[in-house]
């Protein structure tokens, strides 16, 4: 059950509108790593998840992203609504001052439509959770480089306010990932081959002209993996027991 409260979870304040800000915020409203993709996709992974205490986790982080997306929205009109009735500020976005008459709509920062491809779910509750740890890292890159982009204090402390709230999240959804108690390269049911698990395939050889060349470190040394340079010319060395 939802409610609105007719309330901003954080109130906005903007002193002059700025159209092409506005338009770069649409990227949090409705882009791959924005509000309203991140309310569907945690919330759509509650409703599938059998856990309860996990369940109730997504339902209460679902529902604050919808409460982000109002905060957003409104910020971003804000910024847009003057692209409504001026003619030269509509050249900021046309979209918006024509079609939308300077408000906010389901597209992101390049006019490009919000698509359910944005959201990850797979219906297992750690891989699920790995993609949302991942999805507030990106969304609070993207807060913070909105806050460069800035001049208007109270928009930066709007933004400020929402890239806060992405840590706090990401926090919960490693703790939660943790409770589970479960190995990190343990991944569904079925157990990867053995053998070929341990190899690091070197793909990338040699030296080029600007003087790049192999590097080694804790992701391919030899404490983590077997490492097989040139495994395009030397296939031999891929097989692995049974093979």
């Known amino acids: 059950m939802y409610h609105h409260v007719k309330k901003l979870m954080y109130t906005v304040k903007v002193g002059d509108p700025d159209p092409r800000f506005g338009k770069m915020l649409l990227e949090q409203f409705g882009g791959a790593n924005g509000e309203l993709a991140a309310a569907m996709q945690y919330s759509i992974q509650g409703l599938n998840c059998d856990d309860p205490g996990l369940k109730d986790l997504l339902m209460d982080i679902g529902t604050e992203e919808l409460s982000h997306l109002e905060v957003i929205g409104t910020l971003a009109r804000m910024h847009l609504k003057p692209t409504k009735h001026d003619r030269e500020l509509a050249d900021a976005d046309p979209l918006v001052a ?15 439509p919000w698509t359910a491809d944005y959201l990850k779910i797979t219906g297992e509750i750690d891989v699920d959770l790995r ?5 507030e890292a990106r969304a609070k890159i993207v807060n913070e480089r909105l806050i460069d982009y800035c001049d208007d204090p109270g928009s930066k402390d709007a933004l400020q306010f929402l890239m806060t709230r992405e840590i706090t999240h990401l926090k919960a959804f490693m703790l939660a990932l943790d409770s ?12 990867p081959t053995k053998g070929l698990v341990e190899q690091y395939f070197n793909d990338s050889t040699g030296r080029d002209d600007e003087g790049n060349e192999d590097m080694v470190g804790p992701w391919n040394d030899k404490k983590a993996f077997r ?8 296939p031999e060395a891929m097989k692995v027991d049974g093979d």
């Open 98 to 112: 024509v079609c939308g008459g300077g408000g906010v709509n389901l597209f992101n920062s390049a006019g490009n």
């Open 131 to 135: 993609s949302n740890i991942a999805a």
């Open 180 to 191: 589970l108690d479960k190995p990190p390269l343990q991944i569904g049911l079925i157990p």
């Open 227 to 234: 490492r097989v340079d040139n495994p395009a010319f030397s």
